[in-house]
């Protein structure tokens, strides 16, 4: 293979869930600028097409499909659809998740209040909805045997949110969110290890904190926390997205690929 090549994802088909979100348009470009053609699904249809619009003034064409990432059924309502439409799967992007931004009902209540409810919701979407996805979807891959699976885990998915630096800024890290993004790690580690031989490859990548009109107090200690001294850009986490979709990966095998300015690092 020519070394030039190895990124090329001409022609493989991906889908990312959680479309309608921050990070899912940017993985959009960055598959789709190697080739890919991308399928973008939400749970939140609007959302989606909003995506899909965004991309298409970027020149990036994608097409919007449903997919509540918690329902079985679902999955396998998207799965069916791909398949007639295109024939296979080559990369599953599991990206959906109840986050700052997606909040659930009571995502912002303290642990000792945190209310069961919200407990279930959040790993219904982030644990769950991965889990549902890495079946179904790695089903159809095991029958093409070849595939690339990428979990988005989070920094909390490695360490402890640092509860010091959110009291005052109105932002929150719900217990929920951290105990389902470790077990995404976990998870990945799991299948990559069950499929490594039968090419599937199964990753997750850790995003640190992405930059989304952050300010205040927050930002403040964010920075002086990181060694980089700053939030990622929402585009930062396209090189990742490339490398693990890609055969330039191909002998990585259940690596959580961290990309957090360095937060891990000390
Ligand atoms: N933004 C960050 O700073 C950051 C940092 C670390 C990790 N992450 C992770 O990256 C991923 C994307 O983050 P984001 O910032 O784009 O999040 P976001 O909140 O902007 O988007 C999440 C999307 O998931 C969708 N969703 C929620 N429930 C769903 C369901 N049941 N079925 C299908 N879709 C559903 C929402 O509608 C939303 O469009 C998440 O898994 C998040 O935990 C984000």
């Not at 598959?31 to 995506?51: Q, R, W, Y």
């Not at 949110?161 to 790690?185: C, D, L």
């Not at 998870?187 to 904190?209: Q, R």
Request: charged share 20%; aromatic share 10%.
């Amino acid at each position: 293979m020519n070394n030039h090549n190895l990124f090329d994802l001409t022609d493989r088909i991906a889908i990312i869930t959680g479309g309608g979100g921050l990070l899912a348009s940017e993985h959009a470009i960055a598959l789709n600028s190697f080739g890919a053609k991308v399928i973008l699904t939400d749970n939140n249809i609007e959302k989606c097409n909003s995506a899909i619009a965004y991309l298409k003034d970027n020149n990036v064409a994608a097409i919007a499909r449903f997919c509540d990432v918690t329902s079985k059924d679902s999955w396998e309502k998207l799965l069916d659809e791909v398949i007639k439409e295109y024939g296979k799967i080559d990369i599953l992007i599991n990206n959906a998740g109840f986050t700052n931004q997606s909040k659930s009902k009571n995502f912002d209540a303290s642990f000792e209040d945190f209310p069961l409810e919200d407990w279930n919701a959040i790993m219904d979407v982030n644990l769950t909805g991965t889990f549902l996805g890495c079946q179904t979807i790695g089903k159809q891959m095991l029958l093409q045997g070849k595939g690339s699976i990428i979990n988005i885990s989070s920094l909390y998915g490695v360490v402890s949110p640092n509860h010091k630096i959110y009291p005052g800024t109105g932002i929150f890290q719900p217990v929920a969110y951290s105990v389902s993004k470790h077990g995404v790690i976990s998870l990945t580690k799991y299948l990559a290890t069950l499929w490594a031989e039968k090419g599937i490859k199964v990753n997750s990548i850790t995003p640190g904190g992405i930059f989304n009109g952050h300010e205040g107090l927050f930002l403040e200690r964010f920075k002086q926390l990181n060694p980089i001294g700053r939030m990622s850009e929402k585009t930062e986490l396209q090189g990742a997205i490339v490398y693990l979709a890609s055969d330039a990966s191909s002998y990585v095998i259940g690596h959580n690929l961290i990309v957090d300015g360095g937060w891990t690092a000390w």
